[in-house]
């Protein structure tokens, strides 16, 4: 069996992407009363403050099924755009999406929940990711020669 060697930035793409699926479920925004709290995947906010969650994982499916499934072939391009682009599209989004979670008012006298913030981490992550694999030699590049 083959050792799979996952580099920093697709490290960095994993562990965002189950960071922001699990913080999705936490406090999104929670009462000032106390009396509860919403998540991304509440009535209120289902798919504008899940979007960035999805795109997460759809970003850490993709790295993990190159990096773990064998025989899995997926193609060169997606609609035009290689995978790094992809990648850096899905973060970009998701990064813009939870600061504008976090500079907006609340409104109803509710405050910003763990799960905001740990989502704009993650998705700060993501982008961080992404940008991190744009930098990356392709597989089977081979490096300039060096003046003698």
């Known amino acids: ?16 992407g189950a960071v922001i699926l699990i913080a999705s479920f936490l406090p999104f925004y929670k009462a000032s009363s106390g009396s509860g709290s919403v ?12 979007l960035p969650a999805l795109l997460g994982v759809l970003m ?10 064998s025989g899995v072939k997926l193609p060169e391009r997606l609609l035009g755009l290689s995978w790094t682009q992809v990648h850096l599209v899905f973060g970009f989004q998701a990064a813009i ?5 976090l500079i907006r008012s ?24 992404a940008v991190l694999r744009m930098q990356e030699k392709p597989a089977g590049a081979t490096p300039p020669p060096t003046a003698s």
């Open 39 to 50: 998540n991304a995947w509440s009535s209120g906010n289902f798919l504008i403050a899940t």
């Open 106 to 129: 609340t409104g109803y006298g509710a405050s910003r929940g763990i799960g905001l913030y740990l989502m704009l981490l993650a998705a700060i992550g993501l982008l961080v990711g």
């Open 97 to 101: 999406m939870m600061l504008a979670f």
């Open 60 to 69: 850490g499916v993709e790295v993990a099924l190159v990096a773990f499934a």
């Open 1 to 16: 069996m083959d050792k799979v060697k996952l580099s920093t930035a697709n490290i960095v793409i994993l562990a965002s």
